[in-house]
């Protein structure tokens, strides 16, 4: 009976030991190979293969050791892909921490006010440690993907900076741009004037592309949306040449001519009366606004000013005048 007492005590006491010893290799400083590591973890890494590589970088001294702790406190399904810089005094168990909660280098990509489709994916396969899983997609593809119920993913996405760890999916920055793009469009649906003519947010976001394209300046968005709003209701063609320049394509050269507005695409609201089929751009939360925010004016046209700006006008006596001062007979008055 004393004996099993013993072996009993025995087998306590090393079991003490255990656990004193991991928790002392938990907490204890790393011996770090150089001042700073950079130490990758790819999507699906396992906690062992984890541990081989931070051994083989030198990183910690035991695969075995740092695995157990790993495995023991349930962090083979917390790990997080991304890479991540040791520049410190870090421990075992530090090092599960930044892993656990994703404090990882990052890349970004940048979403630009104004962008089409073609320059988003175009900015997404140029990105660099990003996963380009979208490239052979078509657009329809794309749109299926990221459960796009519009006819094309054109203007679904918010233009902002997207921050993402390396050897993550394009498909994921995307599919967050979608939801953020679906937020703010929400958000603005929500709080929108009275008496708006569109039937559904997904024009109101077509509206805000095109103005978008129209102009820079922020004070006349509500008076670009302002115009575009009084031709719908008056059922005046939109007459943009932003949306003849989007349905021609790879056929624009950079001068717009007669022939292109004449030229006739589901685009063309120099020859469709109402809004065009799709947004053409992006539209940041400013143009989203002032489509569901428009300016109180009783104004038909614009014309640039040549600086930037535009003159608007309620009547087209004053829009020839505009057109004349501005556009034939620039600084006249």
């Known amino acids: 009976m004393n ?7 025995f087998g306590l006491l090393l079991v003490a030991a255990a656990v004193g010893g991991l928790a002392w290799y938990a907490n204890a400083p790393l011996a770090l190979p150089s001042p700073q590591v950079e130490i990758t973890l790819e999507e699906g890494t396992t906690l062992k293969a ?9 990183v910690v001294q035991s695969a075995w050791l ?31 921490a930044m892993i656990r909660e994703g404090k990882s280098l990052q ?3 940048r979403f630009i006010d104004g ?35 519009e006819p094309t993913p054109e203007g679904m996405f918010f233009p902002d900076t997207y921050f993402y760890a390396p050897g993550s999916s394009d498909l994921d920055v995307l599919r967050r741009a979608y939801a953020l793009e679906e937020q703010k469009l929400a958000a603005a649906w929500a709080a929108r004037a009275p008496g708006l003519p569109y039937q559904s947010p997904y024009q109101a976001l077509i509206m805000a592309s095109l103005i978008e394209k129209e ?13 575009f709003l009084n031709r719908l209701r008056l059922n005046m063609k939109l007459q ?11 056929r624009y050269d950079g001068n717009l001519t007669r022939a292109d507005l004449e030229t006739d695409t589901p685009y063309n609201t120099y020859t469709h009366y109402g809004l065009p089929p799709t947004p053409i751009a992006l539209a940041g939360e400013a143009a989203l606004l002032a ?7 009783a104004a038909l046209y614009f014309v640039a000013r040549g600086d930037g700006t535009h003159q608007f006008s309620d009547t087209l006596a004053e829009q020839n005048a505009a057109v004349y001062r501005y556009q034939i007979r620039p600084g006249g008055s």
Do not use: C
Not at 50 to 58: C, R
Not at 240 to 250: A, E, K, N, Q
């Open 240 to 250: 943009t040449d932003p949306t003849v320049i989007y349905g021609l394509g790879s």
């Open 115 to 149: 962008w089409s489709l073609v320059e988003v994916r175009a900015a997404l396969n140029s990105a660099p440690d990003l996963r380009h899983d979208t490239a052979a997609m078509s657009n329809v593809q794309l749109a299926a993907a990221l459960g796009i119920r």
């Open 66 to 96: 740092f695995s157990l702790l790993g495995r023991l406190t349930g962090q083979a399904s917390q790990l997080r892909a991304g890479a991540y810089l040791l520049d410190g005094p870090m421990s075992p168990w530090q090092l599960y």
């Open 50 to 58: 984890l541990a081989g590589q931070l051994q083989k970088q030198g």
């Open 215 to 227: 102009t820079a300046q922020a004070d006349e968005r509500p008076m670009i949306a302002a115009v």
């Open 291 to 297: 489509a569901l925010h428009p300016a109180h004016s």
């Open 3 to 9: 004996r099993l007492k013993y072996l009993l005590l």
């Open 107 to 109: 890349s970004s990509v």
